[in-house]
């Protein structure tokens, strides 16, 4: 139940069996988790950069995150169930955090709209403990936004960082780090911050 393209392997399941199933346990069971909801452009980037690559296949699990993936899947009569939305896993994972009262970090995006980010899951999803924001414009290897990043023993790591940075951060990190459900979430704190 999984259809590779391009090098890239996506788990054939839908939105709501990819949170319920892959990555509620996996929260519940703080267990070290980095998923990858990969848009075309992500496929596509992973073609012409092999770091990049190595960074997107290190994830514990890929999701397709377009029509397009979805048309190449039929094209090769492979054909997968649904598109599985970035934004929509997020705000998913959201409302589970909510309701368990689990702790998120938020690593990414301009200063103004991390803040207005987290002001916002604050109003929408008030159970949710905020473990910690960082603004995304800082050198890709600091070490210190990794360290405190990892200190704050969060749930979940968002990482709105964009592409290609986003996974190149995860996958360079995520060793520093005991627990936590890693995602890059591209522009979702902007359209988070309104
Ligand atoms: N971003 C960031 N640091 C950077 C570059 C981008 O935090 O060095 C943020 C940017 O502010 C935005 C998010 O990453 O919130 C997504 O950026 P963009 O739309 O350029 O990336 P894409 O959606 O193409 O992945």
Known sequence: DSVTIMDITFRNTTQQAFVNDYVEPRLLAEQPYYI??????IVMKTRSDSRYKQSVQQADVIV?????????????????????A??????????????HGLSCYFLGAEEAVNERAVAEVKRRFPNVAIAGRQHGFFQLDDPEVAENAAAAQADLIFVA????RQEL???EHR???TKGVFM??????????G
């Not at 990858?36 to 452009?41: I, L, S």
């Not at 970035?86 to 309701?99: I, N, R, Y």
């Not at 890059?184 to 988070?192: I, Q």
């Open 175 to 177: 060793d520093k780090f």
């Open 36 to 41: 990858v909801t990969a848009n075309p452009e």
């Open 169 to 171: 951060w995860i996958a």
């Open 86 to 99: 970035g934004f929509d896993v997020m705000l998913d994972l959201l409302a589970f955090a909510d309701q």
């Open 64 to 84: 397709p995150d377009g029509a397009g993936i979805l048309l190449a899947a039929k094209i090769m009569k492979q054909p997968l169930e649904e598109r599985v």
């Open 184 to 193: 890059g979430v591209g522009g979702s704190f902007d359209v988070l911050a």
């Open 161 to 164: 960082l964009g592409l290609p």
